[in-house]
Each structure stands twice: as structure tokens, then as C-alpha cells.
């Protein structure tokens, strides 16, 4: 198998985290009674099969499947999102079965979603294959886009309210940290280049015999690289 072991244990758990959000995702559907919320749910299920069948395709035959491009929410602007507290009703879990609600669905989504990503991300580091790690971020940014195309849908129903500071609170926390200044880059780049100058007289040392000796090479490191 030409997976190592971290990559082949993250990509199993990603494989049964998609299981259960396809399963979770089409029981939901069929509980949703606003049909921009069914519609939602629908298309975020074909999204995460064709996700799950790509990867599984991948590591079944090993052959590379061109990234499918992630899904783009519709543009949002800061003027387009609700914020600040608007008299949140009380809430607490609930105890009884039966249907869930419009609110429960997209919560249970957002939820779902924003997991995915953080487990998606995290499974990437971990892979070394370039073409599994790629599948991995692809996922985390589908998930990042689809979790807050659920996030406008339940800010837009008062579901999901954005806690506000005030204003000269968030500006004196925010504007504490300024711009670099025109000569703080031009003297990095100065640096930069005196230690790129210093570098490039060292590697003509060692070519020239003055570290390991005349006609001697650098020993090689184990990782292979000099």
C-alpha cells in the first residue's frame, strides 16, 4: 500500500465522518419544511458523495482525480449579515424525539460542517501523499464555504445572532497594532540580502575545498539533502 500509516488512518476517519454527514444530511431532508433549507440540504449531499467518492476512488486504484473546485457561497458583504443581540429566546437542550425543527436542522448542519473542516485540515498535515493532502484541503475548504452558507441562512432567520463590542472597544483593541513602515521593509530587505551574500560566499568556500577540504564533498544528510 503506498500509504503511510497517519495518512491511511485519517483518510479512513474522514471516509466515516462523510458516511454519517450523508446519512445525518438525507434524514434532515426529509424533516425540513422550508424548501430553501431542503434545497440546501440537497445540494450540500451531492457535494459530499461526489467528495467521499473521489477519495474513495483514490485510494482504491491510486490514480489522481482532478480536484474538483470547491463550492463558492454566494458573495456576502458586511452590510448583508445581522449583527448584534436582538433578544435571543432561551434555550436548552431538548429531551423528547420526534421531528426537528427548520432551527435545529441548520444548527445540527453548521455544527457538522464546521467540524469537517477543522478535521479535514488537521487530516492533511498528516498526509504525505501530494494528491491525498490536496483532496484533504479541498474538503476543509468546502466545508468552510458550505458551513457559512448555512450561517447566512440562520443569521438571516435570527437563529444565529453575531455578538457585537462596542465600537471604541473593538477600534482600541484592533488599532493597537499598526502598519510596517516603508523602512522597516526596505531594512528586512537590506538583511536579507547580506545574509543571502554571506550565504553564497560559504557555498563557494565549501565548493572550493575551504570546509571539507579539496575535492572533498559535503556529507549528506539522511534525508537527502546536503
Given at each position: 500500500?503506498?500509504?503511510?500509516?497517519?495518512?491511511?488512518?485519517?483518510?479512513?476517519?474522514?471516509?466515516?465522518?462523510?458516511?454519517?454527514?450523508?446519512?445525518?444530511?438525507?434524514?434532515?431532508?426529509?424533516?425540513?419544511?422550508?424548501?430553501?433549507?431542503?434545497?440546501?440540504?440537497?445540494?450540500?449531499?451531492?457535494?459530499?458523495?461526489?467528495?467521499?467518492?473521489?477519495?474513495?476512488?483514490?485510494?482504491?486504484?491510486?490514480?489522481?482525480?482532478?480536484?474538483?473546485?470547491?463550492?463558492?457561497?454566494?458573495m456576502a458583504t458586511p452590510q448583508s449579515i445581522q449583527y448584534g443581540l436582538r433578544n435571543p429566546a432561551p434555550a436548552a437542550p431538548q429531551m423528547h424525539g420526534g421531528r426537528m425543527s427548520d432551527e435545529q436542522i441548520a444548527a445540527s448542519m453548521l455544527c457538522a460542517h464546521k467540524n469537517s473542516a477543522k478535521n479535514h485540515l488537521a487530516?492533511?498535515?498528516?498526509?504525505?501523499?501530494?494528491?491525498?493532502?490536496?483532496?484533504?484541503?479541498?474538503?476543509?475548504?468546502?466545508?468552510?464555504?458550505?458551513?457559512?452558507?448555512?450561517?447566512?441562512?440562520?443569521?438571516?432567520?435570527?437563529?444565529?445572532?453575531?455578538?457585537?463590542?462596542?465600537?471604541?472597544?473593538?477600534?482600541?483593541?484592533?488599532?493597537?497594532?499598526?502598519?510596517?513602515?516603508?523602512?522597516?521593509?526596505?531594512?528586512?530587505?537590506?538583511?536579507?540580502?547580506?545574509?543571502?551574500?554571506?550565504?553564497?560566499?560559504?557555498?563557494?568556500?565549501?565548493?572550493?575545498?575551504?570546509?571539507?577540504?579539496?575535492?572533498?564533498?559535503?556529507?549528506?544528510?539522511?534525508?537527502?539533502?546536503?
Open positions: 500500500m503506498p500509504y503511510g500509516a497517519h495518512e491511511a488512518m485519517e483518510a479512513h476517519e474522514i471516509l466515516c465522518e462523510k458516511t454519517l454527514m450523508i446519512e445525518h444530511f438525507a434524514m434532515y431532508a426529509g424533516q425540513a419544511q422550508d424548501p430553501s433549507l431542503r434545497n440546501m440540504l440537497e445540494h450540500h449531499i451531492t457535494q459530499a458523495a461526489r467528495s467521499y467518492d473521489e477519495l474513495v476512488s483514490y485510494t482504491h486504484d491510486y490514480h489522481a482525480v482532478t480536484p474538483q473546485a470547491p463550492h463558492m457561497a454566494q487530516a492533511a498535515l498528516e498526509c504525505a501523499d501530494p494528491h491525498l493532502r490536496q483532496m484533504m484541503v479541498n474538503g476543509a475548504n468546502q466545508c468552510a464555504f458550505a458551513s457559512y452558507e448555512v450561517f447566512r441562512y440562520m443569521n438571516h432567520h435570527g437563529w444565529y445572532q453575531v455578538p457585537t463590542l462596542q465600537d471604541n472597544t473593538a477600534k482600541t483593541m484592533l488599532h493597537h497594532h499598526q502598519p510596517i513602515t516603508g523602512s522597516f521593509v526596505g531594512a528586512a530587505q537590506r538583511q536579507g540580502m547580506h545574509m543571502q551574500s554571506g550565504s553564497t560566499q560559504r557555498s563557494m568556500q565549501m565548493q572550493g575545498g575551504g570546509m571539507y577540504g579539496t575535492g572533498a564533498q559535503a556529507p549528506v544528510s539522511p534525508y537527502g539533502y546536503q
